[in-house]
């Protein structure tokens, strides 16, 4: 039997059960720091390393998110995480063995 590898936009779409998330179910888990009215901010300054968008413009409208987007940013984020973790690894061992 073969096995599925899942990557990170499958992930995200079982934890939200769309491929278009509210801005508020992404801010929750992403951005739990912002309030809502910081999420609302952010959003309408497109601040955000991901697309914000609306099907309506009426003013209450909510805010969407692509998990494709989203899981781009986040991998991303990783791999340049994981790159500078993986340099100051280095740096240390180097420095420990002289």
Known sequence: MKTGKM??????FMQFRTMTPTLDQVGTIY????SKAKLLEKARKNDFPFVC???????KAPYFVDIIDLAFVLNKNYEDYAKDYE????HSLSLAEN
């Open 7 to 12: 990557n990170l936009s499958d992930y995200l």
């Open 53 to 59: 968008y609306k099907l309506d413009r009426t003013q």
């Open 31 to 34: 951005y739990p720091h912002l």
């Open 87 to 90: 340099l100051i690894t280095k």
